[in-house]
Structure formats: structure tokens, C-alpha cells
């Protein structure tokens, strides 16, 4: 694994009284050395400290599912989570799902069934998918939607992304 050393933005170190922490996060397969302040959500560590900006902060309270990302292996809703509890786990952002210019199978299905409009939320859609259809409970519409329900889509995609999840959860 590659180690990229990020220097500290300056509103990480604004305040004296507020205590900093030295945190090593592996995302995508590159590890990076980061100091910021403990209070820092590891949705602002990925967009803010990181650039990674494929995770989207929507109502930042853990209430629609835009900022999904995955740590070892399982959803996390990353505006809920601190960075500092994310030391040495396996980040995984959307930014890594295409390979040598090729989609992953689920944003190609997402792309051939118009499964998003303005898109904003459809990292933390694709991201929660991966998981859903890991986890096989993506069997039925009824398990889509269960499963799902955290991901808000505030142009009601719905019909669509369970197309493109149904698709892919068939083909596995
Ligand atoms: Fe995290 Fe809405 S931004 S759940
Ligand atoms: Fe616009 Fe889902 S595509 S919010």
C-alpha cells in the first residue's frame, strides 16, 4: 500500500483550545497520514483533507444516505462517523469503483436504467447497492427498498435504481 503524508489545512490547526489528532486512514489503497481536529466527521476527512469529494454531504445528520462510503466492507453513513475511529480501516469511496476506464457493474446499470436525475445522490446510492447485493439482500423489491431506505433520492429515482440493482443482484 502506497502512504501519502497531507499536510494539515489551515482551518485544522484555527483553534489551540480544540485538540488535534494524528490519524492514519487507508482509503482506496493508498494510506494517509492526516492531522485534524477530533471532531472531524470522515465524510469532511475524504472531501475536505483528501480532495475525495465523490462522497456528497446532503443533510450531514445521518438522515439521507448521500454520503455512504464503506470501511471494511460494510456501509458507513460517513457524516455520523468520526475520522479519528476510522485509524487502519479500509475506506473504500466511489472515487475507486472504475477500473482502467471501465464502470463497475453497478454504475453501468445505473447508467442504462436512467437509475439518477441530478445525481447527487447517487454515490451513496451505488455505494449502499455494493453492499446490499454483498450482503444477498437484494432478492426481491421488497429487500431493495427495506435495505435502501437509508439512501434518499430526492428526484425519485426509486424505480429505476431497483431496476439496476435488480439487474446486477441477478447477474451475481
Ligand atoms: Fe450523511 Fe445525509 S449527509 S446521511
Ligand atoms: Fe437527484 Fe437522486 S438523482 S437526488
Same mark, same amino acid.
Given at each position: &500500500?502506497?502512504?501519502?503524508?497531507?499536510?494539515? /489545512?489551515?482551518? #485544522?490547526? @484555527?483553534?489551540?483550545?480544540?485538540?488535534?489528532?494524528? *490519524? +492514519?486512514?487507508?482509503?482506496?489503497?493508498?494510506?494517509?497520514?492526516?492531522?485534524?481536529?477530533?471532531?472531524?466527521?470522515?465524510?469532511?476527512?475524504?472531501?475536505?483533507?483528501?480532495?475525495?469529494?465523490?462522497?456528497?454531504?446532503?443533510?450531514?445528520?445521518?438522515?439521507?444516505?448521500?454520503?455512504?462510503? &464503506?470501511?471494511?466492507?460494510?456501509?458507513?453513513? /460517513?457524516?455520523? #462517523?468520526? @475520522?479519528?475511529?476510522?485509524?487502519?480501516?479500509?475506506? *473504500? +469511496?466511489?472515487?475507486?469503483?472504475?477500473?482502467?476506464?471501465?464502470?463497475?457493474?453497478?454504475?453501468?446499470?445505473?447508467?442504462?436504467?436512467?437509475?439518477?436525475?441530478?445525481?447527487?445522490?447517487?454515490?451513496?446510492?451505488?455505494?449502499?447497492?455494493?453492499?446490499?447485493?454483498?450482503?444477498?439482500?437484494?432478492?426481491?423489491?421488497?429487500?431493495?427498498?427495506?435495505?435502501?431506505?437509508?439512501?434518499?433520492?430526492?428526484?425519485?429515482?426509486?424505480?429505476?435504481?431497483?431496476?439496476?440493482?435488480?439487474?446486477?443482484?441477478?447477474?451475481?
Amino acid at each position: &500500500m502506497s502512504r501519502v503524508d497531507v499536510p494539515a /489545512s489551515p482551518s #485544522a490547526d @484555527a483553534s489551540p483550545e480544540v485538540p488535534q489528532v494524528e *490519524v +492514519t486512514l487507508h482509503v482506496n489503497g493508498t494510506s494517509h497520514r492526516l492531522r485534524f481536529d477530533a471532531r472531524v466527521t470522515l465524510l469532511d476527512a475524504l472531501r475536505d483533507h483528501l480532495g475525495l469529494t465523490g462522497a456528497k454531504k446532503g443533510c450531514d445528520q445521518g438522515a439521507c444516505g448521500a454520503c455512504t462510503v &464503506m470501511a471494511d466492507g460494510k456501509r458507513v453513513v /460517513s457524516c455520523l #462517523a468520526l @475520522a479519528a475511529q476510522y485509524e487502519g480501516r479500509e475506506i *473504500v +469511496t466511489v472515487e475507486s469503483l472504475s477500473e482502467n476506464g471501465e464502470l463497475h457493474p453497478i454504475q453501468a446499470a445505473f447508467a442504462r436504467h436512467d437509475a439518477f436525475q441530478c445525481g447527487y445522490c447517487t454515490p451513496g446510492q451505488i455505494m449502499s447497492a455494493i453492499s446490499l447485493i454483498a450482503e444477498g439482500r437484494a432478492g426481491s423489491d421488497e429487500d431493495i427498498c427495506e435495505f435502501m431506505s437509508g439512501n434518499i433520492c430526492r428526484c425519485g429515482a426509486y424505480p429505476n435504481i431497483r431496476a439496476a440493482i435488480r439487474e446486477v443482484a441477478g447477474e451475481a
